[in-house]
Structures are given as C-alpha cells and as structure tokens.
T-cell receptor
Framework: AQSVTQLDSQVPVFEEAPVELRCNYS??????LFWYVQYPNQGLQLLLK??????LVESINGFEAEFNKSQTSFHLRKPSVHISDTAEYFC????????????FGTGTQLKVEL | GAGVSQSPSNKVTEKGKDVELRCDPI?????LYWYRQSLGQGLEFLIY????????KSGLPSDRFSAERTGGSVSTLTIQRTQQEDSAVYLC????????????FGSGTRLTVV
C-alpha cells in the first residue's frame, strides 16, 4: 500500500531558528505533493503544493518545500521561524491511479519557543 | 457557500446509539471526502465521492459506517451502534475534479462516545 511517512512527531525549535519537517512517501509513480497546516483549534489549511515544474515551491509565509524524486521526499523548511508558526503540519500525497484521494502522514507538531 | 460547513461541531453520544454527521461542501466542488483524525493517528481516509461515480468506500472501518451524498452536494456520514473507539474528529473536505486541486477542509465534528 502507498504510504506517507513523517518521522518526527514533534519538533521543538527556538524562535528565529531554522526548521526542517521531513516527509517521505512510498511510491515512485507520478505524484502530487501537499503540505497542510493546522493551527491550534482550527481546521486544516493548504500551505503549499508541488504539481510539476520547479522542484522548489514556496508559501506566502516563508515556508518552502523541495520535491526530490530520487529520494521520494518533500521536506518542508523555513529559515527563521516565528511563534505564530506553532501548529501541526501534515504532508499529503496524491498518487497516480488513486483518483483525487490524498494519503496523509501522521503529522509533525512544530512548537516554537522563545 | 464560502467554505466547507460541518455540523454539529461537537457531538457527545452514548455507546450503542446512531449518529449522523453533516457536510455541506463548497458550491461547484464535485469531489467530497470524509477523513477521521484521532490523536496521534494522523488523518485516516474514510470515503470519497466524485460526481456521479460510485463512491470509493475503501476506507470505511466497518459496516457500521456509511455515507451518502444527495444531489451531488450535501453529504451525511452515519455511524450506527457507536463504540468508544469511534471517538475522533471527523473531517469533511471538498475539491474540484482535478487531482491537482488540493482540498478545502471543514472545521470538523468532534465525536465523543461515552
């Protein structure tokens, strides 16, 4: 079965430090890749997505993710985090042949501390 | 509507009772999805509707779970004879037909079975 792995369940980081949230997926077939964010007591929101073209995609709030086909990875990075980035981050993959269905990772809780 | 609307936002029910959860998707979105979010478990796919096609029910955990979508719009997820392990947040999402579209999520229904 196709799967999405987020190895880190929690990532604590100090404000203004860089952060990387890891995401790997199981399949080598064509995929679309997504990161969603869930702020405390809110619903999930789309943060960014990779469909095709440039392997580096960016969000409006400074996050970026890079698609690496050979490593089947789509890690999320930010060079300098803010307290307001505290949230749970979910990686999701749409696998070819899976229709529109997204397969989600188990999430990474990012906690930014002063 | 402007977003995906779910009701009720919270539901407490006694073990053995039936519950119905409602989802009103974004107007014009032909695809509708139900997921379950349990603590530490990430998002578990339940069922997916795409236009007039037969739904993908492959994620329903047991025959106590069913869902329908009337008129290609509103969807109801029904859980019969609820069990304590059914306690979770049930998320609905909708999207355009394209696999690349990504989802818009509702705020979820928190179900507690006592």
């Amino acid at each position: 079965a196709q799967s999405v792995t987020q190895l880190d369940s929690q990532v604590p980081v100090f404000e203004e430090a860089p952060v990387e949230l890891r995401c790997n997926y199981s399949s080598s077939v064509s995929v679309y890749l997504f990161w969603y964010v869930q702020y405390p007591n809110q619903g999930l929101q789309l943060l960014l997505k990779y469909l095709s073209g440039s392997t580096l995609v960016e969000s409006i709030n400074g996050f970026e993710a890079e698609f690496n086909k050979s490593q089947t990875s789509f890690h999320l990075r930010k060079p300098s985090v803010h307290i307001s980035d505290t949230a749970e981050y979910f990686c999701a993959v749409s696998f070819t042949g899976g229709g529109n269905k997204l397969t989600f990772g188990t999430g990474t809780q990012l906690k930014v501390e002063l | 509507g402007a977003g995906v609307s779910q009701s009720p936002s919270n539901k407490v029910t006694e073990k053995g009772k039936d519950v119905e959860l409602r989802c009103d998707p974004i107007s014009g979105h032909t695809a509708l999805y139900w997921y379950r979010q349990s603590l530490g478990q990430g998002l578990e796919f339940l069922i997916y509707f795409q236009g007039n096609s037969a739904p993908d029910k492959s994620g329903l955990p047991s025959d106590r779970f069913s869902a329908e979508r009337t008129g290609g719009s509103v969807s109801t997820l029904t859980i019969q004879r609820t069990q304590q392990e059914d306690s979770a947040v049930y998320l609905c999402a909708s999207s355009l037909a394209s696999q690349a579209a990504g989802y818009t999520f509702g705020s979820g229904t928190r179900l507690t079975v006592v």
